[in-house]
């Protein structure tokens, strides 16, 4: 180990904004600055980011965090990066720069071909190779609308002049200089294109999607040095670039779910459930998909995954659209100020319905609103809405018959709201363990270019450096927590146009 090095820096590329993050040796962030970019919704179901913008941000960000905390570049051990993951872009190999905008994990451009593919009987095909369900909310169905809605595309992916990825490999490729096109295997597997059995770009998807692989990036396990950054570009010094992992797998590492049964929750726009389910896939329960947690030590660890389009993002629009509220942090206040829901449900299928429903039809809707019903309502009803949503798929994770969930770890921002995760434990009627720290997908990517650089020794160690910051355990009884999720069950059937 190296004394030397005191830190490492995370970039948590994500949905709203750019984080990045400067860890030390007992995993305390240190420092953070965090840079929003501009969304862009170019027509109805449709969701856009600049990724020069996102790219410009992460530079000044690294800047910025080593200047603001006055460290030497000298001290830093590695770079890690993590990522929003289905959101995918092309760019010109030879010019490096972006195509078009990057297609963020919430757009629904592909839904028309999704829909095609399910009509030429492909699903059982996709699920069994990708462990994923077609939907838009993949990476594949984004790219296959962009090669055949922007001119001349085809022509040069022939001619093999373009790149694509996921914003991970697009942050390496430019600060490695355009030296390593790479990605690692949690978000290779989220793209629909990449078989989890045999651990490869699939040839057959690969063609459904009208792409070539000339286009697709290498896959490494997130513990290896994927290159070192240009000096010339950031910071002046080279320094190894490892642990890239998507947002959600580097939370459940972050979290240490290193064991079959062991679960959690990431609270951001969108919100991911995982539970470890060991080193061979499982066909998962139905509305649920297979992916890979994170590859490290030369071993792949897989998961039964669900993803939920809006939770943090809910809140945000309460503040934003609606203006009932000027800051997030009002939330928890104005929920606690009355004392039930009233019987007011919002559903927040503002992109459609994710797992378990996968539903991209579905809209969102507020009812059981009586004349009473007051804004502290609305409100509450929206924070109900995220641990609802959890609660669909922690019950199909519990009613799997080779795995089951032990417990709730949970992590990002929202779960800074006491209310919030409270209801959580009640509506589960189960343990909900926060963590001290927020930035829990920084630190598990952080975790991982540390292993890979000999900062920190071992599983282990990471392990004795976990810090629980608060217990929370139901305090509902079991004939009311099945009274509400009734009404939640009512509310979703409301929302969805094809039933």
Not at 256 to 274: E, I, Q, R, W
């Amino acid at each position: 180990m190296n004394s030397i090095k005191k830190y490492i820096l995370a970039i948590d590329q994500s949905t709203s904004a750019t984080k990045v993050m400067l860890f030390n040796r007992q995993a305390e962030l240190v420092h953070r600055v965090s840079l929003p970019h501009k969304q862009f919704y170019p027509q109805p179901g449709f969701v856009e980011h600049d990724a020069d913008e996102i790219l410009t941000n992460t530079l000044n960000g690294l800047n910025q965090v080593v200047s603001e905390a006055k460290v030497a570049v000298s001290a830093v051990s590695a770079i890690a990066i993590t990522n929003q993951r289905e959101t995918v872009m092309i760019w010109d190999k030879i010019t490096g720069k972006p195509i078009a905008n990057a297609v963020v994990w919430q757009c629904q451009r592909g839904a028309g071909y999704c829909r095609e593919l399910k009509l030429n009987g492909l699903e059982s095909e996709i699920k069994q190779k990708t462990g994923l369900i077609i939907d838009p909310y993949f990476s594949a169905s984004k790219l296959h609308w962009m090669m055949n809605n922007i001119t001349g595309l085809k022509q040069k992916a022939e001619k093999g002049e373009l790149l694509l990825g996921t914003m991970d490999s697009w942050l390496l490729w430019k600060l490695t200089g355009g030296k390593v096109h790479t990605t690692d295997y949690s978000n290779a597997c989220r793209t629909m294109l990449f078989n989890i059995n045999t651990l490869e770009w699939d040839s057959d998807l690969i063609q459904i999607f009208g792409l070539h692989k000339s286009m697709l990036p290498k896959v490494k396990f997130s513990d290896e040095i994927f290159g070192y950054s240009d000096p010339a570009l950031v910071l002046g010094e080279p320094i190894p670039i490892s642990g890239l992992i998507g947002d959600s797998h580097g939370a459940f590492f972050g979290q240490n779910c290193f064991l079959p049964g062991v679960g959690k929750a990431t609270y951001g726009t969108g919100s991911s459930v995982m539970i470890n389910i060991g080193n061979k896939p499982l066909p998962p329960p139905n509305g649920l998909v297979t992916s890979i947690g994170f590859g490290f030590r030369k071993q792949i660890d897989y998961v039964f995954e669900g993803n939920i389009h809006c939770t943090g993002d809910t809140v945000n629009w309460l503040k934003n659209e609606l203006q009932l509220i000027k800051d997030s942090s009002e939330t928890e206040a104005l929920a606690t100020s009355v004392t039930g829901n009233q019987g007011v449900y919002l559903v927040p299928a503002f992109v459609g319905l994710g797992a378990p429903y996968w539903d991209n039809q579905a809209r969102a809707c507020i009812v059981g609103m009586g004349r009473n019903a007051t804004k502290a309502h609305v409100v509450r009803a929206a924070l109900e809405s995220i641990a609802y949503q959890v609660k669909d798929l922690a019950d199909l994770m519990r009613q799997s018959g080779e795995i089951k969930l032990n417990g709730l770890r949970v992590d990002g921002g929202p779960t800074r709201n006491n209310f919030l995760m409270q209801f959580q434990a009640n509506i589960l009627h189960g343990e909900v363990e926060r963590l001290s720290i927020e930035e829990v997908s920084g630190l598990g990517a952080a975790f991982l270019a540390g292993l890979a650089t000999g900062f920190w020794k071992d599983p282990e160690e990471i392990e004795s450096l976990r810090k629980t910051d608060k217990v929370f355990l139901p305090e509902m009884n079991m004939n009311e927590t099945e009274t509400l999720y009734k009404g939640w069950q009512n509310a979703v059937a409301k929302s969805r146009y094809n039933l």
